[in-house]
């Protein structure tokens, strides 16, 4: 019988559910008296989480999932953000979670204490719930610690707004001085107002104010545990310690799903395809391309990457999602690819490369035929790739990803750049010529990146083994979980 229960609240998107259930896994593999339970917010349209959270309440036998019964709220498309609807649906489910905490409070009183709620960047409306039922409440952070020193920072930028920052419109943040970059905590470099998320950019959407009542919740915590380890993120664990109100951090990462992706895949013999298709190949000779569990580029943009790749002569493997419908849709896999693809491509490269729309993407990286990965930046993403030691050419599209590709290739050398400041929703197109370059050097140009990549690769490992900087972490959090009060 387990003595301590901890509770996660994520929402419900592939990027923090799957490194919050291997991390409620990690706690009580490395202590058996822990049990995890995780709050999910359903979402129907999300066929791919819903198969996640199948698989893994089968094959997870420790950790418990209570998914939220539906709440009235108005359609999400009338929402301006998909932020502005999850968070005020994280918001009506506040009661509910509470009902449930102290329901099983109450009934394991005598075996088992409640000894923490973790609740993600976004579900911060759930610290009152901790509150109320005097639980400890723990931030669960799946992005990196730079853009939590940028979340503690934003209370700090909005009010020199009105001074500091101003637009012709007023809607979108920029510096009054054009040459003005913005020195946030947890970056070396000044940053580039470019490179912030375009949510946060537009100040008169709700986007924004949500960002900002969520970052300005964060201090309420006992502390920050983040999917990051001290080696990759050294600099910006110092820097948000020490320029920040942060109680703690914690980084207690890589938490991956290494074993995950096919088993979890509603079509396995199609990912089982994929996988067959790259033994085929020889070592680091295919190039990877993917852009998250929400990204998706438009079909000119699509043209000049299906131009790029032919004229750089490599091998690829290139995952192509067509743009969601609904604004709380994922994107999904094309009916058929070749409509959308200049003519004669798919022939033409037909003994070098694969087409295909979702891929099990740790498998891939894993796979030694992969000798570089054109990636969105997803912080997920990063951490695979630097854990199996495969360099990325960086394509930020959307949330925190700018500052993710800034981060590696500005400040950690560990990426080539494609861009790091592109924007899907500006009409911004990578020409064929980029991509084309970008992709030469990711896979033959710069042996620097590599090596620091395969030693980052090593640390990753280390950081995760019995005394490494990570599993001391996650020490110290549950001596702190599990301590009398
Ligand atoms: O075809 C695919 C696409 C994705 N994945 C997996 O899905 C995850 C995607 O995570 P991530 O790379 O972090 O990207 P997003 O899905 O875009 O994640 C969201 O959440 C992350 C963590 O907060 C943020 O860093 C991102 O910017 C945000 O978009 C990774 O584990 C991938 O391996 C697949 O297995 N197959």
Redesign the pocket.
Known sequence: MSKYQVFFVSTP????L??TVEFAQRLIHHDPRISSTIFIISLSQRPIVNSYIQSRASTYSGVNFIHLPPVDTPSPDQYQSSLGYLSLLIQKHKLHVKHEIDKLQRTESDSARVCGLLVD?FSTSMIDVANELNIPCYLYY??PVSFLGFMLHLPVIDTQLATEFIDSDNEMIVPKDAATELIIPGFANPLPPKVLPSSVLKRKKDGYSWFLYHARRYVETKGVVVNTYRELEQYAINSVAATTKVPEVFPVGPVL?LAG?IEWHPDRDQQHNIMKWLDDQPRSSVVFL?F????SLGRSQLREIAFGLERSGFRFLW?IREPPKGSLDLPSDYANAEEILPEGFLDRTAEIGLIC??????TILANEAIGGFV????????L?SLWYGVPIATWPI????QM?AFQLVKELGLAVEIRVDFRNESGDLVLAEEVERGIKRLMDGDDEVRRKVKEMSKKSKMAVMENGSSYASLKSLIEKLTAEI
């Open positions: 998107g592939i990027g923090n799957v490194p960047m799946a992005s799903d992706p993917c998250g569990s929400m990204g995952s729309g979702w891929v099990p993407q740790v990636s969105h930046c997803g912080w997920n993403s990063i695979e959307y949330a925190e990803q993710n």
